[in-house]
C-alpha cells in the first residue's frame, strides 16, 4: 500500500482574522489529487500546519479529507493521519481517538524536543505500535524534531507486524534502509529519484501538491525502467522543488496553489505568507518547468 506519491495535505483557511478552515476548498484538493493518479494522503501532517490548529480544528481537517477520500464517484483513496507529541503518552492517547475514522495508519514522528536515545525511539515506537491494529509509518525528520531514527533503530522496529513504512527524509540513509522490510518513502521532495534508486516505493512530498502529474510519471518511469525519463523529470523538477522550501513550509506551497485558484494563500502564524520576492522566483519556475515539458509534448507529438 505504501507507495507511489502521497501528498501531505495543506489546510486552507478562509480569508479574514479568524482564519477558519476552508472546507470546501479542502475537499477540492483532494478531488484534484486524486485525478491526477496519487497514491495516497496525509491528514494532519506538517504541511497541513496540524501543530497550529485546534483539536476541534483537527477534528474537521480529518472528516473533510475522510469523506472525500471516500467518496465513491472520486475512488476511495487511502490517508494515514499524522501523530506527534513530545510525550508517547499523548501520542497514543492521540491515536486512539482517531481510531473512529478509517484511515490506512498513522505517520509518527519521533518525539520532538525531548531527543531520546535509539533504545527510547523504539519504546516510543513501540507502545505506539501497540495502540492500535492499524500500519505505522515513521517518519524520520530530525530537522524538526532533534532526533534521527537510525536506520538499524528503524530495521529492528519492523519487527513489530504493524510498523511497515518509513517516510525518510535523510537521503544517506536510503542505502542503509535498501532491501529490508520497510516501504521506504522520501520525505524530501529533491531526493525521490534518490530514494527510487535505492529500492524506496516512492515519497511524501510536499511539492507534489504543484504538478502532482510529473511527480507521478516519475515514479510510474523508474518502476518501468525508463531510468533516464525519470531522470529527466527529476532535473526538470529541481529548481521549484528547492523553492518551494527557500521559506517556512506550507507557505510556498500555498502561494502557488493560490496563484493557480485552488486555495487562498492564509497561513496560520507565526507561519507568514510568502515574501513578494520570492512569490515572483516561484511563479517564474513554474512557468520556466510548463514551458519545459509543452516543449517537449510538442516534440513528442
Not at 507529541?85 to 491515536?95: G, Y
Not at 521506504?184 to 504543484?210: E, K, R, Y
Request: negative net charge; proline residues 6%.
Amino acid at each position: 500500500m505504501f507507495s507511489g506519491i502521497w501528498i501531505p495535505l495543506v489546510t486552507p483557511f478562509h480569508d479574514g482574522p479568524d482564519s477558519r478552515v476552508d472546507t470546501a476548498a479542502l475537499r477540492r484538493l483532494v478531488h484534484h489529487y486524486q485525478a491526477a493518479g496519487v497514491a495516497g494522503f496525509v491528514a494532519l501532517g506538517t504541511t497541513g500546519e496540524a501543530a497550529l490548529l485546534s483539536q476541534i480544528e483537527r477534528y474537521t481537517v480529518l472528516e473533510t479529507i475522510a469523506e472525500a477520500c471516500g467518496e465513491r464517484e472520486h475512488g476511495g483513496t487511502p490517508y494515514l493521519i499524522g501523530v506527534g507529541a513530545a510525550d508517547t503518552r499523548e501520542v497514543c492517547a492521540q491515536i486512539r481517538h482517531y481510531e473512529r475514522w478509517n484511515s490506512a495508519g498513522y505517520l509518527v514522528p519521533p518525539p520532538y524536543y525531548v531527543c531520546p536515545s535509539q533504545a527510547g525511539l523504539r519504546w516510543h515506537y513501540t507502545q505506539v505500535a501497540a495502540s492500535t491494529s492499524r500500519a505505522v509509518v515513521l517518519y524520520n525528520v530530525p530537522k524538526r524534531t532533534g532526533v534521527s531514527i537510525a536506520p538499524h533503530t528503524a530495521l529492528v522496529l519492523a519487527e513489530q507486524a504493524n510498523i511497515v513504512a518509513i517516510k525518510e527524509c535523510v537521503a544517506d540513509n536510503f542505502g542503509a534502509l535498501q532491501g529490508g522490510p520497510l516501504d521506504v518513502l522520501s520525505g524530501d521532495d529533491s531526493a525521490l529519484l534518490d530514494c527510487l534508486a535505492h529500492g524506496g516505493a516512492g515519497g511524501i512530498l510536499a511539492g507534489a501538491h504543484i504538478r502532482p502529474e510529473l511527480f507521478v510519471a516519475l515514479v510510474e518511469h523508474h518502476r518501468a525502467g525508463r531510468i533516464d525519463e525519470a531522470r529527466r523529470l527529476a532535473h526538470a523538477l529541481a529548481p521549484l522543488a528547492t523553492l518551494l522550501f527557500a521559506e517556512p513550509n506550507p507557505a510556498p506551497v500555498k502561494a502557488l496553489l493560490a496563484e493557480a485558484g485552488h486555495i487562498g494563500e492564509q497561513t496560520r502564524a507565526p507561519i507568514l505568507p510568502v515574501t513578494e520576492s520570492l512569490r515572483r522566483r516561484l511563479v517564474a519556475a513554474l512557468q520556466a518547468l510548463e514551458t519545459v515539458e509543452a516543449d517537449r509534448a510538442l516534440r513528442l507529438a
